[in-house]
């Protein structure tokens, strides 16, 4: 394509979009760049023209397209392209098409009027960015208790002896791990002494210390779920380690295959609510990872990201209470609270202690005493337990509302994994996932496909190499699915970004 | 030793020690433990025993001691090794020798009765603890501004957007690089944009990522000054930079050896106030070092770890004003206000920022936004200020109270370097550093000796190799000093502080 532009010939013309330009058709408003000849190059070199018209503004909302008919004629390509074009830019969202009033430029999402404070705004959306951020991985951060989180800073600063304000140590503040051990028991049935606590500024720097751990130990490879956040398998590598995945299905990740990989001595898995597939691990699967740690001395990192939020029954106890010898419990104030604390928990057996914090203390950050101080306060005066049941309430209530605008509005998505969490998936009719996604995104809809987490090595392969991606086979592992975060909006606009995302679904 | 222990001739005995148990002389209650024969092996494990000894409390305080030629003869071993044990335990202050009264154990330190609250207890001693702390790193934390911090926090959190309890950006929280931008131009002479602005979670991690930064973009070296501390010198190495350092004198870091360093393209300075001797980096050697960086494409680091103290004039505004393109400014809030906050800051030109934010941002940790958020807060309201000009004129206080204190009690000790910080170097009489930082243990002081900041290797060697070890040699520029940190001890403290430490002088 490149080449043809560079030649004489094609620049003594202008390319079969100067027609458009002195055309009288239907067409005229289209400054199309159209490559020379037919095939494949024209079509997507359509698509990308008229998306860009689109999305500058070029072509406004409502503007009706040509027919294809007489768009074809007037860049003299064969009517199926442009047939075609319009029919992906449509499953994307740029265009509607609707029975008698032809193809049109669609009109893009803006947030309810009037726009209540702090939603985005129409500007924001000019500016790119989108309406509604359904993506996984926050809470609902409107919903932190300021007030009460500044009683508790206030009677915790009050009380809190001097050196509370001076370098800390490698563990954290004394009084958090006590009350952490006391929370975790109760709540999560962890077994853990305070000793065996060690505060960190969230999940991945609690993976990144413990690779590191394993990585001079003498393991080479971790074990990883088959989906999950590529951010932390970037974390395991630049520790040295290498990473291998276990195929995640119905029951969870497939423990099995462990027994089949010699050299692996670690695994990290989300046992109560897979992420972001939301399955849990099978009973069996969980007594076999223990199992297996135990007969081949090796180590689970468990995940509990959002081990509070669970809505059909108790949460199932974390792993680490079988076997706490062998798992690494990991826990998060980024969920429950606030992304913004930096502040996570690990749990990690005697053995491991003094390599832990010695690679802690020699140079790695610590977190803030203060806020240490006062999470400390916040759940010791039970405002934490408050927090969660609240949040738990309206999280539940969400996805309640979720399930019943899909029945409703989208019978052909399928909501599945258990009732937990922050997040769920909706299983799409196959071949729509991208689509769907880009369509998203046109109407002001972050939102992530399944695909997006799924695993992929250093080089960017796939969880059985570049053969198994998507469309080559084994459609129940690697379904189409949105992974949509109905914990992420506030609660005023949660209604709003529901009935976004219905519209833009198949 | 071990060996002849293992053997079945030294089972059958009990050793030398045995004797002693036997023994009707004043050694009687003395259990040592030395091997057969005589020699340095002797008298080392003389020394060991009698310190262990005393300092599990088998010998208590006041306890005379045998006289040398009684004990000889009871140990059967010569008088000499006896006199030159009791020796060295008297110069580390676990004996006391006077006239007429013949040798008795060290009666230790207490704090000043009645104790004030949360100064060290006499259960503190006995727990190992020292009584008075007196090394270098820590402000006086006492002194944190609890109550307005606690106004600014309510403030802050108040105001705060929702997102900002969200995951946040790598380069900090909005707010508070604009405020930061404003306050470095005030009062360092710093040259800022609020988008030049990192937050980090103290200097080390500032450190540690602009030591990654560098080594991705190729410098293999990292020159340091020949006096600092040894974790900066670990955190550039696990980076993968290798150390070589620049031998510090009266007028600071030696900037030409530069010229002769043809691969390092790299340097870690503390120009205001070199940490820890205390001297200020001369004005040609300062104009030299950015001269250096602007003619190789070298890049200085700043480390401002005090700045905002001195006493005797206005602070020499920060190297980075005369040269914003090679020079990354670092200043922290660990010695203007807490070091439990765990914020510190990075100016950072521009071509530099994109490297960055790209290895901040994957995997690396945030601080704490809302500690973020309250510090913009502080600053704004004016709080930071009036808080650092409370605590430099308490520091100025008592380096003059210092100054006048050794001036009538330990004449023989000078203070080096200039007026400012929360440190001062004692420069000893020669060959007495050891003995006296011994001595000061053994009385509840924590101090440490000029030596321990004195630049070593990898592999543990001296800035000039073994043989530039003390007493070799340079007795100018490795001087024995103290580095008596007087900014550490709460202010009530400090007198009792001042006090032990003069009794501990030369």
Partial sequence: MEDSRATPKAESGKGAGARTESGAGPGADLHLDLPRGGGTGVRAALIRSLRDAVRTGRLAPDTRLPSSRSLAADLGIARNTVADAYGELVAEGWLT?????????????????????RTPTAAAVAAGRPAYDLRAGSPDVSAFPRSAWLSAARRALTAAPSDAFGYGRPAGRPELRRVLADYLARARGVRAAPEQIVVCGGFAQGLALLSRVRRQAGCRWMAVESYGLDIHWKVMRRAGLRTVPLPVERHGARIGELDRLAEVRTVTLTPAHQFPTGVSLHPDRRAAVVDWASRTGGLVLEDDYDGEFRYDRQPVGALQG????????????????????RLAWMVVPDHLMDDLLAVKGTGEWQSSALDQLTLAEFIDSGAYDRHVRGMRMRYRRRRDQLVAALAERAPGVRVTGIAAGLHAVLELPPGTERSVVQGAAWQ???????????????????????????????????PDALVFAYGTAPDHAFTGALEALCRVLP
């Avoid at 059985?464 to 086979?473: D, Q």
């Fill in 322 to 341: 079988l076997d706490p010898e062998h798992v690494v419990y990991l826990g998060t104030a980024s969920k429950s609270l606030a992304p913004a604390l």
């Fill in 444 to 478: 002001g809809l972050a939102v992530d496909g399944l695909t997006r987490f799924r695993y992929q090595d250093e080089n960017g392969a796939g969880a059985n190499g570049a053969g198994a991606e998507r469309g080559t086979g084994q459609p129940q592992e690697q």
């Fill in 97 to 117: 098409a609707r029975q008698g009033s032809g193809t049109q430029v669609a009109r893009r999402v803006v947030p309810p009027e009037p726009a209540p404070p």
